[in-house]
């Protein structure tokens, strides 16, 4: 089945951008400018294109399906590897509601966390509460069959679990924020890494 994110991207692309620049706000005490960024599972580009312009920054999109539809460097990878990213090279390593869609979202962190040497921040969707987890679980089917070429239906983990999981890869949460408007039953959470020692 070939992917239809392109035409939902462009038809929806005023309001990614919107949001993309509200992003930019929520992390602008933690980015400097002319920053290397890592868009890590960059979808059509939108939020990356606008941290690179926000922040005067370097951006590169890495994803598994190439849906860009704003112009910047990009690699294809398999979903797994990430070899050949250098270690410590990206000022900002940014991930926006993505790693609840990889088969593996614990090791892609530490393997994120090697690339990094900076920052990396993280939106992600949280299952907590009976309707936001349905709304999770509905989120991660659609977007399995929609928009992806292959069946991971979500991974997603709680604010709790999340912490846990930084922990155990020597993840430092400097700044911790509830994104999503109050009438959003999916619980959106913003996380701000900084590697530990």
Same mark, same amino acid.
């Given at each position: 089945?070939?992917?239809?994110?392109?035409?939902?991207?462009?038809?929806?692309?005023?309001?990614?951008?919107?949001?993309?620049?509200? @992003?930019?706000?929520?992390?602008? +005490? /933690?980015?400097?400018?002319?920053?290397?960024?890592?868009?890590?599972?960059?979808?059509?580009?939108?939020?990356?294109?606008? /941290?690179?312009? /926000?922040?005067?920054?370097?951006i590169l999109g890495v994803d598994v399906i190439d849906n860009?539809?704003?112009? @910047?460097?990009?690699?294809?990878?398999?979903?797994? +590897?990430?070899?050949?990213?250098?270690?410590?090279?990206? +000022?900002?390593?940014?991930?926006?509601?993505?790693?609840?869609?990889?088969?593996?979202?614990?090791?892609?962190?530490?393997?994120?966390?090697?690339?990094?040497?900076?920052?990396?921040?993280?939106?992600?969707?949280?299952?907590?509460?009976?309707?936001?987890?349905? @709304?999770?679980?509905?989120?991660?089917?659609?977007?399995?069959?929609?928009?992806?070429?292959?069946?991971?239906?979500?991974?997603?983990?709680?604010?709790?679990? %999340?912490? +846990?999981? /930084?922990?155990?890869?020597?993840?430092?949460?400097?700044?911790?924020?509830?994104?999503?408007? %109050?009438?959003?039953? @999916?619980?959106?959470?913003?996380?701000?890494?900084?590697?530990?020692?």
């Amino acid at each position: 089945m070939k992917s239809i994110g392109p035409s939902q991207y462009r038809i929806f692309r005023k309001l990614y951008k919107n949001a993309a620049k509200e @992003m930019c706000k929520d992390c602008a +005490d /933690f980015v400097l400018p002319n920053s290397k960024i890592l868009d890590f599972g960059c979808g059509s580009g939108t939020v990356g294109k606008e /941290f690179e312009i /926000f922040f005067n920054g370097e951006i590169l999109g890495v994803d598994v399906i190439d849906n860009r539809i704003e112009d @910047m460097k990009f690699i294809k990878y398999n979903g797994e +590897d990430l070899s050949f990213l250098e270690s410590n090279y990206f +000022d900002i390593t940014l991930i926006n509601f993505v790693l609840h869609h990889c088969k593996n979202p614990k090791e892609l962190l530490k393997e994120i966390r090697r690339v990094s040497k900076g920052t990396i921040i993280l939106y992600e969707n949280l299952p907590e509460g009976p309707l936001s987890k349905i @709304m999770c679980f509905l989120h991660g089917v659609s977007f399995a069959k929609l928009f992806q070429k292959n069946k991971e239906t979500g991974k997603f983990f709680t604010k709790k679990e %999340w912490e +846990d999981i /930084f922990k155990e890869l020597g993840l430092e949460v400097i700044h911790s924020k509830k994104v999503s408007a %109050w009438f959003n039953p @999916m619980k959106e959470h913003l996380f701000i890494l900084k590697k530990g020692v």
